[in-house]
Nanobody, 116 residues
Framework: QVQLVESGGGLVQAGGSLTLSCARSGNIFSINYMGWYRQAPGKQRELVASFTSGGRITYGDFVKGRFTISRDNAKNMVYLQMNSLNPEDTAVYYC??????????WGQGTQVTVSS
């Protein structure tokens, strides 16, 4: 059974940094997508950053060079380094992994709160 567990969220002051981690347990055959999404209260879930199997990296327009997605395949980990955080970044951040077979996995989310 596949599980994704996010960690690293918390309360940080504006201008600060956080690194989110997503740990995967269980095997996923033919992963073709890994990403981070976020959802703020009253808003739709939106893409923060993603990898595709072809090596393409995509960031949400709001990132503006502040965040970096990375992965460690040997450790089954995906990371999101977030710098220059502002209160608008406050949200629950979710890890997502999908496979070519159509399987789509989500973590339970980690709360990021940025105070002004």
């Amino acid at each position: 059974q596949v599980q994704l567990v996010e960690s690293g969220g918390g309360l940080v002051q504006a201008g600060g940094s956080l690194t989110l981690s997503c740990a995967r347990s269980g095997n996923i055959f033919s992963i073709n997508y890994m990403g981070w999404y976020r959802q703020a209260p009253g808003k739709q879930r939106e893409l923060v950053a993603s990898f595709t199997s072809g090596g393409r990296i995509t960031y949400g327009d709001f990132v503006k060079g502040r965040f970096t997605i990375s992965r460690d395949n040997a450790k089954n980990m995906v990371y999101l380094q977030m710098n220059s955080l502002n209160p608008e970044d406050t949200a629950v951040y979710y890890c997502n992994i999908a496979s070519r077979l159509g399987n789509d996995y989500w973590g339970q989310g980690t709360q990021v709160t940025v105070s002004s």
